[in-house]
């Protein structure tokens, strides 16, 4: 039995515009553009919006790495910079639309892995022990 003006998967808030800052858990998602069909830049208005540098970043993490090392004198080699400046600039580029729009798969997966990384991270520092999956 639900109360008058809130269903039963609410958030427990009433029907009808919310307080300014108070988003449900599907708005706040939609909000941030993660759903690539959202994204305003077709795959070919986002490659051309990308630099030529940041399409190859993403054609180079396409690629599934055996040993970090040689990951890492790859970076050296093809783009004539540090690993960790490499990182910076993809940290950077998954945050953008562009990139989401012209790789979805790519830029969700390198999200979800930053976004675990730092829960570990957390979760250390506090010292919590998570589970993993």
Known sequence: MTAVGFTPYDDGEPDG???AGRTSATES??????DAARSPLDPES????????DRRILEFERQWWKYAGAKEQAIRDLFDMSGTRYYQLLNGLIDSPSALAFDPMLVKRLRRMRATRQRARSARRLGIEIETR
């Open 17 to 19: 515009p919310r307080p």
């Open 29 to 34: 998602t939609e909000d941030h553009g993660m």
């Open 46 to 53: 986002a490659a051309s919006a990308l630099s030529d540098r």
